[in-house]
């Protein structure tokens, strides 16, 4: 079994900043890519940031600049800095991790989402 839980999420001010943070447990032999998704109400799901074992990072064109991604692959956690956050930046933020299990069979594993609000 692995967990994925996503926490950090909340309600900040237009311009104001969040971190979230995801920690991934269980049967895990070894982490690729994590991920940051998001999902507004009657949109799809987009990817917001991703870095690899690498460190190797991509972004959203709307987030760059403004968040951050980054791994410690000590605690098997991935962080989403999120600066200068805008209206359009409200979504549901859920973390997937791209990993090998202890059974060696390579899978993808969704958290179960955090909510973020950006409002006066």
């Known amino acids: 079994q692995v967990q994925v839980v996503e926490s950090g999420g909340g309600l900040v001010q237009p311009g104001g900043s969040l971190r979230l943070s995801c920690v991934v447990s269980?049967?895990?032999?070894?982490?690729?890519?994590m991920g940051w998704y998001r999902q507004a109400p009657g949109k799809q799901r987009e990817l917001v940031a991703r870095i690899n074992n690498n460190s190797v990072t991509n972004y959203a064109d709307s987030v760059k600049g403004r968040f951050t991604i980054s791994r410690d692959n000590a605690k098997n956690t991935v962080y989403l800095q999120m600066n200068d956050l805008r209206p359009d930046d409200t979504a549901v933020y859920y973390c997937?991790?791209?990993?090998?299990?202890?059974?060696?069979?390579?899978?993808?594993?969704w958290g179960q989402g955090t909510q973020v609000t950006v409002s006066s």
């Open positions: 269980g049967s895990i032999f070894t982490i690729y890519a």
């Open positions: 997937n991790a791209d990993l090998l299990r202890r059974d060696r069979i390579r899978s993808g594993h």
